[in-house]
């Protein structure tokens, strides 16, 4: 499934961004979406998730701030990002799980200025 991202950019400590990740194929079939994000010189790693049946789970630096949401109708999932840190900067990927195969998106990147 090909996936693109959008919606990073660069905001003041405290702000909110809204990144969207548009799938060309019906996400009603999607195991799991995820966005995961890379801080430079460090491990990409699984900042949101939601399931099929649409249940979340989130890394705990971002609890309270960070919503996934998926939208079926338009076949996107987003993730709205309050509060932000400068800790929340990188690059940010969309990822889906499917039975057997997944798939990236481009990355958007997000940068938090304190």
């Known amino acids: 499934v090909q996936l693109q991202a959008s919606g990073g950019g660069m905001v003041q400590a405290g702000g909110s961004l809204r990144l969207s990740c548009k799938a060309w194929r019906s996400i009603n079939n999607i195991n799991l979406l995820e966005w995961h994000r890379q801080a430079p010189g460090k491990q990409r790693e699984l900042v949101a998730s939601i399931t099929m049946g649409g249940r979340t789970n989130y890394r705990d630096s971002v609890k309270g701030r960070f919503i996934i949401s998926r939208d079926t109708a338009n076949n996107t999932v987003d993730l709205q990002m309050n509060s932000l840190i400068p800790e929340d900067t990188g690059v940010y990927y969309c990822?889906?799980?499917?039975?057997?195969?997944?798939?990236w998106g481009q990355g958007t990147q997000v940068t938090v200025s304190s």
């Open positions: 990822h889906a799980v499917l039975i057997g195969s997944d798939s």
